[in-house]
Nanobody
Framework: QVQLVESGGGLVQAGGSLRLSCAAS????????MGWFRQAPGKEREFVAA????????YYADSVKGRFTISRDNAKNTVYLQMNSLKPEDTAIYYC????????????????????WGQGTQVTVSS
């Protein structure tokens, strides 16, 4: 029912920037929190950032805080991840996810909280 499609990944030099987009369809986008996760080969999927349904609360992993910014545009049913000062350690497949709980006010910082996932977009940062 819910479909999430990521875009904006690519190869970038260390210190550079990328903006990822996630377009959602299938249910009322504005009522749900959204998150970004990433997974490197052979590693567990890890939390990157999340934004509440209102857009007023944002959460970041310690590893990206101060460098990444999550935002949403409800008119476009899209959530964004602006990634600045990229490091080789940021190399991974990046996934967007939607929280199943409408109007949820919790942390949104664990992958177990989400039940809808995109197919991912590759981000590679060269040193």
């Amino acid at each position: 029912q819910v479909q999430l499609v990521e875009s904006g990944g690519g190869l970038v030099q260390a210190g550079g920037s990328l903006r990822l987009s996630c377009a959602a369809s299938g249910r009322t986008f504005s009522r749900y929190g959204m998150g970004w996760f990433r997974q490197a080969p052979g590693k567990e999927r890890e939390f990157v950032a999340a934004i509440s349904w209102t857009g007023n609360r944002k959460y970041y992993a310690d590893s990206v805080k101060g460098r990444f910014t999550i935002s949403r545009d409800n008119a476009k049913n899209t959530v964004y991840l602006q990634m600045n000062s990229l490091k080789p350690e940021d190399t991974a497949i990046y996934y967007c996810a939607q929280d199943p709980r409408p109007h949820y006010s919790g942390s949104l910082s664990t992958k177990e909280e989400y039940d809808y996932w995109g197919q991912g977009t590759q981000v590679t940062v060269s040193s």
